[in-house]
Structure formats: structure tokens, C-alpha cells
């Protein structure tokens, strides 16, 4: 998912993409465990996904709190 269009989304929506994309990493996780190796480049973009959200989520917090 790109950074724009993470930046569109509104702070309850940005919450729920974490949540859904931190799941998805347990189960990779678990699966390559197992010995599927075959999302280990889904593992990847997700990992990249969830560091764009959570630069979001921060960037609009230090933004909330120059505002103060």
C-alpha cells in the first residue's frame, strides 16, 4: 500500500489496517514456521505496510500536538 494512500485514511481506519495487517504477520510467521517459505515476500511488504501506518499514525500526532 503506498504512503498516500495511507495518508487518506482517518485515525479509526489507520487503527483497523494495523490490526488486520499485524494479523496477517502472526499467521506468515506461523506458516513459515511450519516450513511454507512462500510468503516470505508477502512477509516482507507487509512489514514495509505496517511501518508506513504506523509513521502516519505518528506523524499526525506530533502535527496534534505542535497544533496545542
Known amino acids: 500500500m503506498k504512503a498516500e494512500k495511507i495518508r ?3 485515525d479509526n481506519e489507520l487503527a483497523v489496517q494495523e490490526r488486520e495487517i499485524r494479523e496477517q504477520l502472526f ?5 513459515m514456521g511450519m516450513g511454507q517459505m512462500d510468503g516470505l515476500k508477502k512477509y ?3 512489514r514495509k505496510d ?4 504506523l509513521t502516519v499514525r505518528r ?8 497544533k496545542e
Open 8 to 10: 487518506e485514511l482517518d
Open 27 to 31: 499467521r506468515l510467521r506461523f506458516q
Open 44 to 46: 516482507r511488504t507487509l
Open 50 to 53: 505496517l511501518a508506513r501506518v
Open 59 to 66: 506523524e499526525r500526532q506530533l502535527a496534534a500536538k505542535g
